[in-house]
């Protein structure tokens, strides 16, 4: 945590002068606050980039080691880049944050974000370093950016950090000072090479000076960051790292599996990296509805029951199927929340242009609603009342309980007119996106719709128009 230095007594009586030692040019000054792992290597590298640096930090020994250009961990090529910014005069030391807030143009927090005692994020050294900076701002008149660097949940910088600065120094964010988040994403061991090829730079930003400044630094490094919102950025952060972790539990996973089958789990894993088009791709990774199809549920139960029958444990892989059946009941429950009679469905199959109602997860959402007495009433491009399902039935006997249910009244809720469908229910759920269906959800008016497939993806959520994860 950030305690006040012996210094900033004087700071707080307003008895010294300050003088900022930098004008923002194309080279802004900037003060790191944590000298840590990120803080480290941040320090060293932005100096290479030409940038005046100074580390701050309440750890001497660090404090120490970045004055000498010694490295305060072990880190590939940082020692180089710390003597090399030392010897230019671009990187200096201190623990007085607040004299180092005065002496820059920017100001990035890499203090530590442990976790507190009821698992969630520790935010006192955020606390601190925050008051701190609101102490420097005080001095200030020319613009300040805070950039938030740490692990932390969405709407702390903004919630949590900037009023701190803004009760702190007496100024206003978005005005007086900017705010930024700009998570790193470095790998212990190549973070130097990770810095100089970043596989994205994102910042999060509320005003468009801030954003502007954020972009001239790492112009030399990426040439098109993502701007977006402060609390998307530090979403991402948290989502990077747990999707990192659900891969390397997968792949122990097929490991433990594959070992007791005699199958060479690298062999498959190698192969199973070289699709970039759909295994190592965007594909599959927007919120929208549950998984079905002829393919997917049929075979994570499959390689439940093979890891069954060789006695081994996928907690991940057999969680799947337990996943997904939580996400069509929220569909349901969001159903009976509008508190509709008749509901429409707009798109029955799986999967648009197709007429393959092999478990479509729909299926299980108005079989539900259908046992409890609502009345559904279905449009699909690809489907009619005559559509054949003896062969579908037979294949998912085991699988697709909304199917087998509703086998004999699913023909008597289809609708050959999409408008049918509007005009005769009270709510309406969507699972295909289309022109037909965004025309029919503009036809709706006040009608609640729960589009499960984000068909406008520029639409805000409100009271009447809602997704499960948006």
Not at 165 to 187: Q, W, Y
Not at 242 to 264: Q, S
Not at 274 to 284: E, F, G
Request: aromatic share 6%; with cysteine.
């Amino acid at each position: 945590m950030f305690d006040l230095h012996p210094q900033f007594d004087d700071h707080l009586s307003g008895q010294t002068a300050f003088a900022p030692l930098h004008v923002i040019d194309d080279k802004p000054s900037i003060s790191v606050v944590g000298l840590g792992y990120v803080g480290a290597v941040s320090t060293a590298c932005l100096s290479s980039l030409g940038h005046h640096v100074i580390g701050v930090d309440i750890d001497t020994n660090k404090v120490a080691c970045i004055a000498n250009g010694d490295s305060p961990i072990h880190e590939h090529d940082l020692d180089r880049l710390l003597r090399d910014g030392v010897d230019g005069g671009l990187i200096s030391a201190t623990a007085d944050l607040v004299q180092a807030v005065v002496d820059t143009n920017v100001t990035f927090v890499s203090v530590g974000t442990p976790t507190g005692a009821d698992g969630g994020c520790d935010h006192s050294y955020i606390e601190a370093a925050a008051r701190a900076i609101g102490e420097g701002l005080k001095h200030k008149t020319d613009f300040h950016v805070v950039v938030m660097r740490c692990s932390i949940p969405p709407g702390v910088t903004m919630n949590f950090m900037a009023p701190i600065i803004e009760e702190a120094s007496g100024k206003v964010a978005g005005v007086d000072f900017g705010v930024c988040f700009n998570p790193e994403f470095l790998r212990e061991g190549v973070a130097v090479e990770d810095f100089y090829a970043p596989p994205k730079t994102v910042i999060g930003a509320n005003d468009d000076r801030s954003a502007a400044i954020m972009t001239r630094i790492f112009e030399a490094v990426d040439e098109n960051p993502i701007v977006t919102s402060i609390e998307t950025a530090e979403m991402v952060k948290y989502v990077d790292n747990v999707w990192h972790a659900t891969k390397v539990c997968f792949a122990n996973e097929v490991g433990r599996l594959c070992k007791p089958l005699g199958v060479d789990s690298h062999d498959v894993m190698d192969v199973f990296v070289q699709d970039t088009k759909l295994n190592l791709s965007p594909y599959y990774l927007k919120p929208g509805f549950a998984f079905g199809g002829s393919c997917l549920p049929k075979e994570v139960r499959a390689v439940a029951h093979i890891a069954k029958e060789a006695g081994v444990s996928l907690p991940m892989i057999e969680s799947l199927g337990v996943s997904n059946a939580t996400h069509i009941e929220r569909a349901v429950e969001m159903a009976r929340e509008t508190g509709a009679k008749t509901v429409g469905v707009l798109g029955l199959a799986f999967k648009p242009g197709t007429d393959d109602l092999r478990e479509s997860p729909i299926l299980e959402v108005i079989a539900a609603l259908n046992t409890e007495g609502v009345n559904v009433v279905i449009h699909d491009p690809a489907i009619t009342p005559d559509t054949p399902l003896d062969g579908q039935l037979a294949y998912v006997r085991h699988g697709s309980a909304g199917l087998q249910s509703l086998a004999k009244d699913l023909p008597h809720m289809m609708r050959a007119d999409c408008a049918d469908v509007v005009a005769n229910a009270d709510a309406l759920i969507v699972t295909h996106a289309n022109d037909l269906y965004r025309q029919a959800i503009k036809d709706a008016g006040d009608k609640p719709v729960i589009d499960l497939v984000r068909i406008n993806a520029q639409t805000t959520p409100n009271a009447n128009y809602n997704g499960i994860g948006w």
